[in-house]
Each structure stands twice: as C-alpha cells, then as structure tokens.
C-alpha cells in the first residue's frame, strides 16, 4: 500500500491550493478515505472524509464551505481543493486510508502566510 501525497506549498492569505494523494496497492474504489493535518506542535486532527463512491463527504467544522474533497476513482486519486486560506489552516496535510489497518501518506506541507 502506498499513499502519496502532492501539491502543497507557500500560499497568501485568501489564495487556493489543490492538494492530490495518489493511491496503490489496493482496490481504490472500495475505501473511504480521508485528509488530516498536524500544525507544528499540535495533536493530528481530521479534516475531511469521502466515501468509496464519492456520494458522502464530512467535515471539520473550520474547512467546510472552503475546502472540498473530492477523488477520481479511475485514476486512483483523492484531492482537496483548498480556498480562501488562512494562517491557521497552515499544516502538513496527510491522507489516511483505513481497511484491514490504517495507512499514512508521508504529508505535503501548506503554509499560508503573507
């Protein structure tokens, strides 16, 4: 199983960013998946969760109206489309899949800063 996550980088305040984690080594379609992020000195936290097919999504309560998750099944690639950013949505993004055990993606840092 590989997760590998991209796209993240320096952005100002307000701008977007589109983060992607490109899956392997097990069926794509047939797993929820999620994006979390962990802010430097801070505990791991949720931020947003789809399901196999693509029909749900969840939130986190800060994200939602701004971000929006999304996956292509037939690419066997998950994304989160990131807009009018601020500083404290400044992390490393990981993805996270979750089946017969949890898998991690190696994280992709997004700093929001002027």
């Known amino acids: 199983v590989q997760l590998v996550e991209s796209g993240g980088g320096p952005v100002q305040p307000g701008g977007s960013l589109k983060l992607s984690c490109a899956a392997s080594?097990?069926?794509?379609?047939?797993?929820?998946m999620k994006w979390y992020r962990q802010a430097a000195g801070k505990e791991r936290e949720f931020v947003a969760h789809i399901t196999g097919t693509g029909g749900s999504t969840k939130y986190k309560a800060s994200v939602k109206g701004r971000f929006t998750i999304a996956r292509d099944n037939a690419k066997n690639t998950m994304y989160l489309h990131m807009n009018s950013l601020k500083p404290e949505d400044t992390a490393v993004y990981y993805c996270?899949?979750?089946?017969?055990?949890?898998?991690w993606g190696q994280g992709t840092q997004v700093t929001v800063s002027s």
């Open positions: 996270y899949a979750l089946f017969s055990t949890g898998y």
């Open positions: 080594g097990f069926t794509f379609s047939s797993v929820g």
